[in-house]
Nanobody, 115 residues
Framework: QVQLVESGGGLVQPGGSLRLSCAAS????????MGWYRQAPGKQRELVAGMTNGGSTNYADSVKGRFTISRDNAKNTVYLQMNSLKPEDTAVYYC?????????WGQGTQVTVSS
């Protein structure tokens, strides 16, 4: 079993920045790909950023150049740095380990971008 705990969400003005953290209960980065997903009201959950166990990254087109996924192996933590935030980035953000079908999910953290 793997527990994932997200933190760092909140209310931010358009153009602002936030850094989300996802702490894993054990060292899993060499085993599982990691991903940040988000779900806005009335919309399907979508992949925002992913990182393979080898460290390769991929991003949704809507966040390329603004969001960065990274990890700290020593802290068993993956991050999502979000810059130049837009109102359309408002959503609950979820951390995932191991994929959407058989993987593990955190509880989610709310990000609200509003003036």
């Amino acid at each position: 079993q793997v527990q994932l705990v997200e933190s760092g969400g909140g209310l931010v003005q358009p153009g602002g920045s936030l850094r989300l953290s996802c702490a894993a209960s054990r060292n899993i980065f060499s085993i599982y790909a990691m991903g940040w997903y988000r779900q806005a009201p009335g919309k399907q959950r979508e992949l925002v950023a992913g990182m393979t166990n080898g460290g390769s990254t991929n991003y949704a087109d809507s966040v390329k150049g603004r969001f960065t996924i990274s990890r700290d192996n020593a802290k068993n933590t993956v991050y999502l740095q979000m810059n130049s935030l837009k109102p359309e980035d408002t959503a609950v953000y979820y951390c995932n380990a191991g994929g959407i079908v058989y993987g593990y999910w955190g509880q989610g953290t709310q990000v609200t971008v509003s003036s």
